[in-house]
């Protein structure tokens, strides 16, 4: 079924005013056939009403065709036609297109036709054709009437309309009774809440008041504590630091003669004046830490050279034969940027701590990259944490009860330490620990970036290039950085100026005559006295092979179109980067 499928009901004429009358019946009565109600009856017979009336005005007889729109929007549809020239404009008409869902008018030159359109609603459901057949017979019959039956029918209908406009009258009394009463208990409730939240307000403020106080208190106490703790560290250090050398001097060949007794107590002042210092120098670092004094100093780290310095340091500590100290090989990394002190520090905490605590199996570190961070992983097959000390290992100077406590030096600041400096660093800390099967603890920090790096004056530079124009260029730049510039006009008196005198930093021109950029770099690199000068290749805005010949020798690019202020920084920065990533100490 289409939706432009229809059905007609009745059609009637309308020529004067007793048939405006029957206009308005009939449409009534169709309505009330179609299942719309009341007020929709009433609508479509005004509609009718007054349309008709229009067209009787202007002296145009018309036809009035009752039709039933099937389909997905199912309504009833009046036609009215007629001939001659008719102005659908008007009070009527715009009575129609107030009442009813549409009002189509199509006007030609020999007359028009109007469809009048009011959708029946979603619960009444289209008759089916024996009930249209049934209609069609009930609504053949013609409509009588006259002004007399029409204004009687008109009073009624406006009785009508009045009784429901009473009622709902009534209806929004009662609901604006009804609100009035909620307004009410609204207000009512918003004052208890009011008064309510003054007194808290009141209690909130008070409770700041005294959480300031408090804070204050705290502050001060911790500051008090910080300078005590680095009075004391500084007090107790150097008459520690002169019983610790005068036992290793007392013990040193070619001293005076020690009995075996005598000996072994000079070994036991050094060994009890060590450990004093070791706690002495933790607790002034701590201290540091504590009081927001330390502050990072990044620079490229050389995880390989500083694995190396860490196993030589920790293999003292190794408890037997049955433990391992394992430091894997490190993965392809981004240049770390960060604080090699403090970063030693905290690796040396927490690798000194596994290998105290292992007795058989491996103390093992690892290095991952993690997105634009490294992970350092501390792993160890000791004896691992109860879960209930887990949240206690980081308080300072706790130690966990275990039967290896006695014979491992301490003083519980360690894991405190390395998670404070940590968080001075960027990172975290974390530690997971199951006892009988070991600890793993894993340093997380950011990998830091070539603009992290502080830029001071870089010392004496040396700048290489055969055009005097673009070497006069770079030196007013460099010459806001750098203590002393020395110019080279070709690669062949470059590298005798650097066997002359070193430079701190050198800035060459990739196609400098005699000996070329890359060649100088090459030598340089070679030279161990030499290897780990900061290059700077300056070059066209397309290197061709020189990037791979500069990443490969650890040494930056600079083109020479966009040399400037900003360029030159950065450039000197990541000089200093690659030679530290690529040439070994």
Known sequence: MSDDERAELTRMTVRGESDV???????????????????????????????????????????????????RVPALVVDLGWAGSVTADGPGWHTARMLLHAVDVVERA?????????????????????????????????????????????????????????????????????????????????????????????????????????????????????????????????????????????????ADPLTEEQRRQVDLINDSGTTLLALVNELLDTAKAESGSMRPKPAPVDLAYMFVQLRGALRPLIRSGEVEFVVDDLPPLAPLVTDGTMLVRILRNLLSNGLKFTERGEVRLSVVEDDEHVRFVVADTGIGIPPEQHHRVFEEFHQVPNRLQAGAAGTGLGLPYARRLSGILGGDLTLTSTPGEGTTVVLRLPLGAVDDLPLTAVGTTLLVDGDDERRARLKAEVLTLADDVVEAEDGRAALGVVTGHRPDLIFIDADAPLVNGGEVLSVLRRDPALARIPVVVVCADDPGGMELTASTLGAALLRRSLISPESVRQAIKEAHVSVRRTVPR
Do not use: C
């Open 21 to 71: 009358f029957r206009l308005r019946g009939k449409g009534r009565q169709v309505a009330a056939a179609v299942g719309l109600d009341g007020q929709d009856q009433i609508r479509v017979a005004t509609a009718l009403s007054d349309v008709g009336r229009e067209l009787v005005r202007q002296s145009a007889a018309s036809t009035a065709v009752f039709t039933l729109r099937l389909g």
């Open 110 to 254: 020999d007359g028009g036709t109007v469809a009048l359109v009011r959708n029946l609603p979603a619960a009444v459901l289209p008759p089916s054709r024996e009930t249209l057949d049934g209609l069609r017979r009930d609504l053949g019959g013609s409509t009588e009437g006259n002004a007399l039956d029409e204004l009687r029918a008109q009073n009624q209908e406006l009785l009508e309309t009045l009784e429901d406009l009473e009622r709902k009258r009534q209806e929004l009394v009662r609901a604006n009774d009804e609100l009035e009463e909620t307004n009410q208990g609204v207000l009512a409730l918003y004052k208890e809440l009011s008064d309510e939240l003054e007194q808290t307000n009141k209690g909130v403020v008070a409770l700041y008041a005294e959480l300031d106080e408090k804070t204050t208190q705290l502050r001060e106490a911790a500051e008090a504590r910080t300078r005590f703790w680095s009075n004391i560290s500084h007090e107790l250090r150097t008459p520690v630091n002169s019983v610790v050398g005068l036992t290793r001097l007392l013990a040193v060949p070619g």
